[in-house]
């Protein structure tokens, strides 16, 4: 055994909870309830909505669950089109799908690795009703050319914004510029709830839909008890969890600085190597949820071998998300080539916000060990 094998495991990502936290999450359980029973709640939405520059938010159980609301909210439903990336988390992909839309998958640019626009433009249709702006990894789509996209064909804009707490597109917040937003409050994610999402939007009758398809189709202006006006969902975060989300809020600039120290690192501990990395165009912020390694064309980069380095020195490895084309349940798109080369080509890196230098040291030399040997 090796005798890096006997030293702290590297978690690819794990939250970051200070006493604030569980200060907040004692005082919910302890004394929120009955008439107290949303004040973390409404005092989180406040928090983000005010983080975000945005009008409205309803906080969600999941990312997932917010994406799924807010498509119902815009009458997305069979027959519809919605347009995404292929390379995605299937959680982009699954509400399009339960609400009997199809969801239709385009390539995505080499190195944004999001939305292709012009893939966009070539995939509109007369059924199309959306398209769907994932931010992946924290680097932004180009939301310019997608909104005037959206506007020439009459589609709407949507942001998943989950991946992309503290990326800014043009002083604008990701999450902030579409018809309406979802981020995730997942264990692994910027922020965390442990889990939970929230929905959130500038269009005040979008809204009130969603408001009341959040309350299992009662309106809030409704005077009868227990009167559902249509039927809807109970995608609702606690109070203990808005509770751990509102300390989560008061360090959320901390926070990124934390994803934004830890990429920096790794990007200058690896600048000799033949790869690339997140990018940051001018006039962005990339809020660097996961630092993420792209070998090069011409360097002869063996995955398998990397995550093996990996597991042999205690160091999580997570793969870079694979086409949803190439998985079971949908159509196969083999003509997507940038979408399957970046998957076999690239490696998310650990990045939880303590992560230590000397840790990240440590990833660095696997990765260098095997792209110098296969120079
Ligand atoms: C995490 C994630 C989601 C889903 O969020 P959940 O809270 O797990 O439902 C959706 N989209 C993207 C891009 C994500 O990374």
Not at 11 to 24: D, N
Request: proline content about 5%.
């Amino acid at each position: 055994m090796s005798i890096e094998n006997t030293k702290n495991r590297i978690y690819y990502t794990k939250p970051s909870i200070t006493e604030l936290e569980i200060r907040y999450a004692t005082d919910a359980a302890t004394y929120g309830w009955g008439e107290r029973c949303y004040e973390y709640i409404a005092r989180f939405e406040q928090l983000f909505r005010q983080h975000l520059g945005v009008r409205h938010a309803i906080a969600t159980s999941s990312g997932t669950g917010a994406l799924h609301m807010g498509m119902a909210a815009l009458d997305i439903g069979p027959g519809d089109e919605v347009i995404l990336a292929d390379i995605n988390w299937i959680a982009s992909a699954a509400p399009i799908i339960h609400l009997g839309a199809k969801p239709v998958l385009v390539d995505v640019l080499p190195d944004t690795w999001c939305l292709d626009p012009s893939a966009v433009e070539a995939a509109i249709t007369p059924r199309t009703k959306a398209i769907l702006a994932v931010h992946l990894y924290g680097n932004l789509c180009d939301m310019d050319v997608l909104a005037a996209i959206a506007q020439r064909h009459g589609l709407h804009l949507i942001e998943d914004a989950a991946e992309a707490i503290g990326s800014i597109w043009h002083g604008q917040r990701a999450g902030s510029m579409g018809v309406f937003g979802a981020f995730s409050f997942h264990g692994t994610k910027t922020i965390t709830t442990g889990e939970g999402g929230i929905f959130v939007t500038n269009d005040d009758a979008l809204y009130e839909r969603v408001l009341t398809l959040s309350n299992h189709g009662r309106a809030r202006g409704e005077t009868r008890q227990f009167w559902p006006e249509r039927v809807g969902y109970k995608y609702k975060m606690s109070n203990v969890q808005a509770a751990i989300g509102c300390g989560q809020m008061e360090r959320i600039d901390e926070l990124i600085a934390g994803k934004r120290r830890v990429f920096e690192h790794y990007q200058n501990a690896l600048r000799q190597l033949p790869l690339r990395m997140n990018p940051e165009p001018a006039n962005t912020t990339n809020g660097y949820w996961m630092p993420t390694i792209v070998a090069d064309v011409g360097a002869s980069f063996d995955r398998e071998a990397l995550l093996a380095s990996f597991k042999a020195h205690n160091i999580d490895g997570r793969v870079f998300f694979w086409p949803l084309s190439s998985l079971p349940m949908f159509e196969p798109h083999p003509q997507h080539t940038t979408s399957h080369a970046l998957s076999a080509h690239a490696i998310n890196l650990p990045s939880y916000h303590d992560i230590t230098n000397e840790e990240i040291g440590r990833v660095v030399a696997c990765i260098r060990r095997i792209l110098e040997a296969n120079a």
